[in-house]
Every structure is written in structure tokens, then in C-alpha cells.
């Protein structure tokens, strides 16, 4: 079972569309982390967010972090082909980050 | 520029060899990682370097072993390679902190086919 649990794990939407995207776990985190990674390359950090209830906006994308600490959100306004990816929350457990499956992001024009 | 860097993008093993990977970083960080990438999975990690000659076991250590030598360098040992285990390799570094995960730099990945 993984202790980060994302939703949905592929999601194909058109340009202009909205989309969240969930990281979910039944641990608390002293923070949760989101990345992004691109065909052949290793994953770039986002954010990280730290305190419960906590919202950080990244021009389009809009990051929340649970009021128990246990869940983050992405949420991507008017998505647009170059958001494409893969989307990895991530969490600190006793000094190792741990990650979620991903969500496979695809935006068609 | 931070950089992490691992020796080789592409390798093809035979079943059975003795397989190294080997990551090197330039940002003098404590922590480095080893994780495997396979889809569906998300990353999965194998093992974790608090400090050099320190290292702890991940979700998923077994058919493997690291080396920490040197702060700049992990390397990542499958001891007889087999057929799965061929995946993609990730290797990360981070500055120290046991609390609250700081950024993690990846390498490129070393993606590995084991015939």
C-alpha cells in the first residue's frame, strides 16, 4: 500500500480546462511537497507546503495543504499543453520522501 | 547551477552481472537518495544517505546495496542483476532534514534493461 495515495492517476483534458489533482494519506506530514517531472528528465520542485491549511499559488496552479496535514490538493486553472507531465506529491517519513504514484497529465490543444 | 549527475542515461545487463550506477552531486548536501521509477508506481525508494558511510533502507532495498564513500557521491549496487530490476534509476540529493522535507534535485535517470 503506498502512504501517499494521488487521484486520479491519468487524466487527458483540453486546453482551458480546469483540473485538480489530490494527494491523500492517512499519515500526518510536517509538510508535503509537489513535483513535476517531464519525458526523460528528473523531477523539478514545485512547492512545498507547510502549515495546515496552507494555500500557495504558482502563476496557474494553486497548492492547498489540509487542515490535519494529511492531504494537499493541485488545482491548475485554464491548463494549457506545455502543463503536460507527470505530477508527484511527495512527503518527508523519518528523513526519507516518499512519493505518490503520479498523476499523468495530458493537455491537448 | 545545482547539479546531480549520474554516469550513464542507458544500460543493457545481462541477467546475473554485477550492475553499478553511480550519482554524483555538487551542492555539498547531506541527504541522497536512490529511488526506481516504474509506471503506475510513482517512485519507489531503494535506499537513503543521511551522511557519508551512513545509509538506510527504503521500501524496497532488496537486490540491492549503496556505498557511500565521499559526500558528493552514491553509487547503487545491484549485486546479480535480474529481469526485474530493469526500470528506471533516479538518484536525488537534498540538504539534511530529518523534519521537514527540503528540495530534492534529481539526476536524469539511468535507464536499465536487464536481459
Known amino acids: 500500500t503506498q502512504l501517499l495515495e494521488q487521484s486520479p492517476q491519468f487524466l487527458s483534458i483540453q486546453e482551458g480546462e480546469n483540473l485538480t489533482v489530490y494527494c491523500n494519506s492517512s499519515s500526518v506530514f510536517s509538510s508535503l511537497q509537489w513535483y513535476r517531472q517531464e519525458p526523460g528528465e528528473g523531477p523539478v520542485l514545485l512547492v512545498t507546503?507547510?502549515?495546515?491549511?496552507e494555500v500557495k499559488k504558482l502563476k496557474r496552479l494553486t497548492f492547498q495543504f489540509g487542515d490535519a496535514r494529511k492531504d494537499s490538493s493541485l488545482h491548475i486553472t485554464a491548463a494549457q499543453p506545455g502543463d503536460t507531465g507527470l505530477y508527484l506529491c511527495?512527503?518527508?517519513?523519518?528523513?526519507?520522501?516518499?512519493f505518490g504514484q503520479g498523476t499523468e497529465l495530458s493537455v491537448k490543444p | 547551477d545545482v547539479k546531480v549527475t549520474q554516469s550513464s542515461r542507458y544500460l543493457v545487463k545481462r541477467t546475473g552481472e554485477k550492475v553499478f550506477l553511480e550519482c554524483v552531486q555538487d551542492?555539498?548536501?547531506?541527504?541522497m537518495f536512490w529511488y526506481r521509477q516504474d509506471p503506475g508506481l510513482g517512485l519507489r525508494l531503494i535506499y537513503f544517505?543521511?551522511?557519508?558511510?551512513?545509509?538506510e533502507k527504503g521500501d524496497i532495498p532488496e537486490g540491492y546495496s549503496v556505498s557511500r564513500e565521499k559526500k558528493e557521491r552514491f553509487s547503487l549496487i545491484l549485486e546479480s542483476a535480474s529481469t526485474n530490476q530493469t526500470s528506471m534509476y533516479l538518484c536525488?540529493?537534498?540538504?539534511?532534514?530529518?523534519?521537514?522535507?527540503?528540495?530534492?534535485?534529481f539526476g536524469q535517470g539511468t535507464r536499465l534493461t536487464v536481459v
Open positions: 507546503v507547510v502549515t495546515g491549511g
Open positions: 551542492m555539498d548536501h547531506e541527504n
Open positions: 544517505s543521511y551522511d557519508v558511510k551512513m545509509k
Open positions: 511527495a512527503g518527508t517519513r523519518g528523513g526519507k520522501l516518499i
Open positions: 536525488a540529493s537534498s540538504l539534511g532534514g530529518v523534519i521537514r522535507a527540503t528540495e530534492a534535485f
